[in-house]
């Protein structure tokens, strides 16, 4: 396939943004003591079915820790239509970029839920606290920039000589 062919099948990012629904605190601590224990398992201190039940044991937990979660989907605009929305919210005289309106917007542009428009304004408004709007409002801003990915090892792709 040629880059051109590539370029035009090219497919919008999605992210999740994983909003909690529950506390995850003791969830997380059963992860912790269920990997501890499958460690202490796969060194050989644990007889073969102890080692079963331990990988069980994990697996429960972390379905247990990622229930605790919703995963939300933003998928990117097409630049276009971002450009168009960032226009819509011009810099302030202590801004940057564009308004403190800007990312809300832009995440209600880019989440993909059985949730419309108007509901999450609503939950915006009266269930998110600032810090979970901030992290939805990134997440959105994330998708869109289309940044390339710092997980990617160091010398992930060959470079022409």
Do not use: H
């Amino acid at each position: 396939m040629s880059l051109r062919e590539r370029l035009q099948q090219r497919a919008r990012p999605t992210a999740t943004w994983p909003l909690r629904i529950d506390d995850p605190a003791a969830a997380k601590q059963e992860l912790e003591q269920a990997e501890t224990e499958e460690r202490i398992a796969s060194v050989g201190l644990a007889e073969g079915v102890e080692q079963e039940a331990a990988r069980a044991r994990v697996a429960a937990a972390r379905a247990a820790l990622a229930a605790c979660f919703e995963p939300i989907t933003l998928e990117a605009l097409p630049p276009p239509e971002f450009e168009a929305l960032a226009a819509e919210y011009p810099p302030g005289p202590d801004d940057d970029a564009w308004n403190k309106d800007f990312p809300p917007a832009l995440f209600l542009a880019c989440v993909r839920s059985e949730l419309d428009r108007e509901e999450w304004v609503s939950i915006f408004a009266s269930q998110l606290s600032q810090g979970e709007k901030i992290a939805a409002c990134n997440a959105a801003i994330q998708v869109n920039l289309r940044t390339p990915d710092a997980g990617l090892p160091k010398d992930w792709m060959p470079t022409p000589s």
